[in-house]
């Protein structure tokens, strides 16, 4: 009886610990200096030249949980004051919920090491997904 007991309890213990019923798929950024296609989704990319179209997109496996966000660029420097950090751009995008990704591009004309940003617009403190790369 003691064995079947414990054979029960480390079932369960497994059963537990190695399956997740809910797992949330977070949203995540892919980058890339072609259009991002089926074809080029492959071929992510992290390095860009000054002047460059640099096309993102977002992507949330689950769909958005609301239609507004705020993309944002911060730049990394030593010479500002909010922690190394400035802000470069700045801009609110409509999405359309019944899709599950966004798609567009951006340009950045000055080398560095850059951060790309989305917030939902009812809760501004902490991006719900964010990727870096550099320009050169």
Request: overall charge positive; glycine content about 4%; aromatic content about 16%.
């Given at each position: 009886?003691?064995?079947?007991?414990?054979?029960?309890?480390?079932?369960?213990?497994?059963?537990?610990?190695?399956?997740?019923?809910?797992?949330?798929?977070?949203?995540?950024?892919?980058?890339?200096?072609?259009?991002?296609?089926?074809?080029?989704?492959q071929?992510?990319?992290?390095?860009?030249?000054?002047?460059?179209?640099?096309?993102?997109?977002?992507?949330?496996?689950?769909?958005?949980?609301?239609?507004a966000?705020?993309?944002?660029?911060?730049?990394?420097?030593?010479?500002?004051?909010?922690?190394?950090?400035?802000?470069?751009?700045?801009?609110?995008?409509?999405?359309?919920?019944?899709?599950?990704?966004?798609i567009?591009?951006?340009?950045?004309?000055?080398?560095?090491?850059?951060?790309?940003?989305?917030?939902?617009?009812?809760?501004?403190?902490?991006?719900?997904?964010?990727?870096?790369?550099?320009?050169?």
């Amino acid at each position: 009886m003691k064995k079947l007991f414990t054979l029960i309890l480390i079932f369960f213990a497994i059963f537990l610990c190695g399956f997740s019923l809910h797992k949330s798929r977070k949203a995540y950024i892919m980058l890339s200096s072609a259009t991002i296609s089926n074809m080029t989704a492959q071929r992510i990319e992290r390095y860009f030249s000054c002047g460059q179209r640099i096309h993102y997109a977002l992507i949330s496996p689950d769909g958005f949980k609301y239609p507004a966000v705020r993309m944002q660029i911060s730049k990394q420097d030593e010479k500002t004051s909010n922690w190394g950090f400035s802000i470069i751009q700045s801009r609110d995008i409509t999405l359309d919920l019944a899709q599950n990704q966004y798609i567009d591009y951006i340009y950045i004309t000055k080398s560095g090491h850059y951060i790309l940003q989305f917030f939902y617009l009812n809760n501004k403190d902490y991006p719900f997904a964010h990727t870096e790369f550099m320009v050169q």
